[in-house]
């Protein structure tokens, strides 16, 4: 996964050494990262036995990986009874929208652009008024939604909800956590909310400052395999709660969980209510206003899985710089289209459909009317030497 302070670190090698290519000339020649990561005792072109080795323990660590799947609590989310029940309310949703709105409009002194999906040109997003006391507005949204007052905690930017400790989530030990899906997840429960109903993809974790890393090897070969073995492992460390959060990407990503503790951001926590894509300030601050191109295309994944829930996803602004980057445009597209083909056809055309309402499609280097199936095709073999996770049927 790619870290927050720099979203272009994950892809300085490019390669996905998927457990059946580690036998090819091509992957060979990337042994030394393997071994380092294997922890060989030496990065240099190996022997034949300690080639053997290298694979014998790839083998072994994905044999013993962790998966979503493994887990009840990270499965598919679904609340799914007749009537309504586990449905963001309408006016749940407005109102979380309008507030979400107001939020960044008293910070930037009322300035805000227009969005796109689910919204139509430069609107304020609805009459919020001013001042608006963001605490008690989102104790009446939870309260309108039913979540029992004892469950949680609310304070001017941040609320801390308790984990259903009978929920089947990944165990780790004191002072580690999870970040991204997990989190979300976790939070979709504590809300009783029909959201998030997509599987986890990836189970990312973080440590509290103050706690030894000891078991960062042994949870990150549980846990991130894909991270570690392709040189990208790393548990993040949060050292202040409000600096992680206000770090991330997105602003839906604002949140952690760690013991039975999910903590978000007020702005995140609106905008799982208000079906929200944003990008964050500390993004736009890092790219000078603009968004990194795997940003901007996650968040038309975020938004296409949205849509897929049955929400209607407004996206908030922004636009894509151009500068140079480690990769080209159609990598970023391309690895976000792998993604969401992991979750079916159905979901990879209408990540395509939001790509393209964007001018991603176009940008890749794809006809503007192309399909998710064509689009994966010619990416595949465009990219061949990245090895993504496309299917192999196509």
Known sequence: MASDSDPASAFDDGRDLAPDALQSDQEFAGFGELARYLGLSSPQEPQDDDWGAAVSRYRHLWADAAKPEDYAALRAHDYAVPGDSGAVPVAVETRARELHEAWFRKRSGGRRGGRRGGGKGRGRGGDVGEPVDFQKEVGDLLEALGVDSSTYTLTAWRAVFKSDPELEFPPLPEGYGFKGGVARKALAHALELNVSTAAVRDIDLLRMDGTPPDEDQRLGERYMTDDLVNGDFGVEVVVYRRDYLNTREITMNELLFVGEEIIVSLPALLATLGAVIRIT?????????????????????????????????????????????????????????????????????????????????????????????????????RLARFHLPFPEEL
Not at 305 to 317: F, H, M, T
Request: proline share 3%.
């Open 281 to 381: 300030q500390s993004q736009l601050n890092r790219n000078r206003g603009k968004v990194h191109p795997v940003v901007g295309c996650k968040a038309m994944r975020f938004a296409a899985v949205l849509k897929q829930e049955g929400r209607d996803p407004l996206i908030d602004r922004f636009r894509v710089h151009d500068r140079r980057t480690r990769r080209a445009f159609d990598f970023y597209f391309a690895l976000q289209l792998s993604r969401s083909l992991e979750a079916g056809p159905a979901l990879a055309e209408q990540y395509v459909a939001y790509a393209r309402t964007w001018g991603f499609v176009t940008r890749a280097g794809l006809k503007e009317d192309v399909t998710a199936a064509d689009a994966a095709r010619i990416l595949k073999r």
